[in-house]
């Protein structure tokens, strides 16, 4: 039995006008447009960008800043941090001397954790003076870098600050 082959007639493809290329392109810029938007305010909303509130507030401050820095260097005071990870929270042990190795009392401690990159994960801790010049307190923390922010306030006075980059 013989086969009889059947062809089609070839299609004549679709001339390329004016019209389908502004189409074309609409359509892609249109896509790339959308993706920008979208990673933008992915962007904006895991990370607000923000170190500071007011540059100029901090500018204005910079000059006290300096004299703090200096008064604290001239007392020669010795501020050691201890931090022991635990199972369920993780210890901080402060300890504050003067100049002769006495411990330094009447001190108000302000103790955050500060996330190195996301200012709304900061932790304000409650420590507690366990001894003349030794304060203490306990904070469920999770793993990672933290920057340890210490200040030490007698009456309405900031006399010690300091900030130290720590791994849990």
């Not at 955050?112 to 469920?140: K, S, W």
Request: with cysteine.
């Amino acid at each position: 039995m013989p086969v009889t082959l059947v062809s089609r007639p070839a299609r004549t493809p679709r001339p390329l006008t004016g019209r389908m290329v502004l189409l074309y392109l609409v359509a892609f810029f249109s896509v790339v447009f959308a993706a920008n938007i979208i990673m933008a305010r992915i962007a904006v909303s895991s990370f607000s960008g923000v170190e500071t509130d007011s540059a100029y507030k901090a500018g204005l401050a910079f000059k006290n800043d300096v004299a703090a820095a200096q008064a604290q260097d001239a007392r020669h005071w010795s501020v050691e941090a201890a931090v022991q990870r635990g199972a369920e929270a993780t210890r901080i042990a402060i300890s504050a001397r003067d100049a002769e190795n006495r411990a330094i009392a009447g001190l108000v401690p302000e103790i955050r954790l500060a996330h190195p990159t996301d200012r709304r994960h900061d932790l304000v801790l409650q420590a507690v003076e366990v001894a003349p010049g030794r304060f203490q307190c306990d904070a469920p923390v999770h793993r990672g870098q933290w920057d340890l922010v210490i200040g030490l306030r007698r009456g309405d006075e900031t006399v010690f600050r300091s900030r130290s980059r720590i791994a849990l």
